[in-house]
């Protein structure tokens, strides 16, 4: 058994706790949380299991990482605190851990990355023994290894399409969906995340990855951007009211340019009540959310996946399928040479072992 900490129990550490309990080589270690409220309660509890798991949440990062853990599930968000999650992310591959997160997006595609983000990880691998492998859904496997299977699929291949379309209303993220993204907000304000160059910084990795995979050269990297404002005021269950005139919804793009042409394209369609922007792709369910990916050519091949978890939900659904990628890299991670890794390294594997397990 490889014992890995779960760091962080918000929508995304929750499913990793779960993950973790549920995977036939890996033992749940240690639970890292920053509230003091939830210092002390158990792992279970804390992610909405029904048996105690006999593993008590704590705040002590150095007595964790001090045990030296073989893995840790980087859970925390990046965010909002970038440097503040490199640097933690650092200290665990420092530490000898193999560490796995969706937390730092530079990283997403390692060969292009910053120096001031690789190289602290390469030097921390080089003194302590660990690795890093990051990757999520969107940006993740919605934008790299899902459209790279489809597109061994066809024949000709004239341009790969990666689609998210998500009704905001069902996240529980009220800080990014308000501020980052800008819901809500006068149609004057400007969201950081939809600032000039922003979505290029998360999302343009995903775009080097299917263009390095695809064999082709890139031009230039171009982003799109469209917003909408609420005809009416709206009202969610989970973060309350945004009011008519405000932005609803947003749709952009960031596309890899091959031959003076838009031919791998990342799109969102994001809208925090589904009356706004009607007119925009929906869900081919009608649904809250899905990821989709299109491949023009011949033929023409569309895939949709639509996921859902903690009651029917498909915000936690993605949640659930991002964790799922990284928790089941663990194991061949461990196994490897220590490194950095990146999509095109770490394969996606069968779930063996773990069909009908509960």
Not at 15 to 31: D, F, G, I, T
């Given at each position: 058994?490889?014992?890995?900490?779960?760091?962080?129990?918000?929508?995304?550490?929750?499913?990793?706790?779960?993950?973790?309990?549920?995977?036939?080589?890996?033992?749940?270690?240690?639970?890292?949380?920053?509230?003091?409220?939830?210092?002390?309660?158990?792992?279970?509890e804390?992610?909405?299991?029904?048996?105690?798991?006999?593993?008590?949440?704590?705040?002590?990062?150095?007595?964790?990482?001090?045990?030296?853990?073989?893995?840790?599930?980087?859970?925390?968000?990046?965010?909002?605190?970038?440097?503040?999650?490199?640097?933690?992310v650092v200290g665990a591959v420092r530490s000898g851990a193999v560490v796995v997160t969706p937390a730092l997006y530079p990283l997403y595609d390692q060969r292009g990355a910053p120096p001031e983000f690789r190289d602290p990880v390469l030097a921390a691998v080089a003194e302590g023994g660990g690795s890093l492998f990051v990757s999520g859904v969107d940006p993740g496997w919605g934008n790299d290894v899902l459209p790279l299977l489809v597109s061994g699929l066809g024949s000709t291949v004239d341009a790969i399409r990666c689609q998210e379309i998500f009704d905001y209303s069902t996240y529980d993220q009220e800080d990014s969906v308000r501020h980052l993204i800008g819901m809500g907000h006068p149609m004057e304000y400007e969201p950081p995340m939809l600032a000039p160059s922003v979505p290029t910084m998360v999302w343009g990795g995903q775009i080097r990855l299917m263009a390095r995979a695809l064999d082709v050269r890139l031009d230039a990297i171009r982003e799109t951007l469209d917003?909408?404002?609420?005809?009416?005021?709206?009202?969610?269950?989970?973060?309350?009211?945004?009011?008519?005139?405000?932005?609803?919804?947003?749709?952009?793009?960031?596309?890899?340019?091959?031959?003076?042409?838009?031919?791998?394209?990342?799109?969102?369609v994001t809208r925090i009540h589904a009356s706004?922007?009607?007119?925009?792709?929906?869900?081919?369910?009608?649904?809250?959310?899905?990821?989709?990916?299109i491949v023009e050519g011949r033929p023409r091949i569309e895939v949709t996946v639509e996921a859902t978890d903690e009651d029917e939900n498909r915000s936690a659904g993605g949640n659930a399928t991002a964790v799922g990628r990284l928790v089941n890299a663990v194991d061949w991670l461990v196994d490897a040479d220590p490194g950095l890794y990146d999509a095109l390294d770490v394969p996606l594997r069968p779930a063996a072992g773990r069909l009908g397990r509960k």
């Open positions: 058994m490889i014992p890995t900490v779960v760091w962080g129990t918000g929508n995304v550490g929750r499913a990793a706790v779960r993950a973790v309990e549920a995977h036939p080589e890996l033992s749940l270690a240690a639970v890292l949380v920053h509230s003091p409220e939830k210092v002390g309660r158990d792992a279970g804390l992610a909405g299991l029904p048996g105690v798991l006999g593993v008590a949440a704590t705040d002590d990062v150095e007595a964790v990482l001090a045990a030296r853990p073989r893995a840790v599930v980087y859970a925390a968000s990046g965010d909002l605190r970038p440097d503040e999650a490199l640097a933690d917003r909408r404002a609420l005809d009416a005021t709206v009202r969610t269950r989970t973060m309350g009211e945004f009011a008519a005139g405000t932005q609803g919804a947003v749709r952009f793009e960031v596309q890899g340019i091959v031959g003076g042409e838009p031919r791998i394209v990342v799109e969102h706004c922007a009607p007119d925009w792709p929906v869900p081919p369910d009608g649904g809250d959310g899905a990821h989709r990916v």
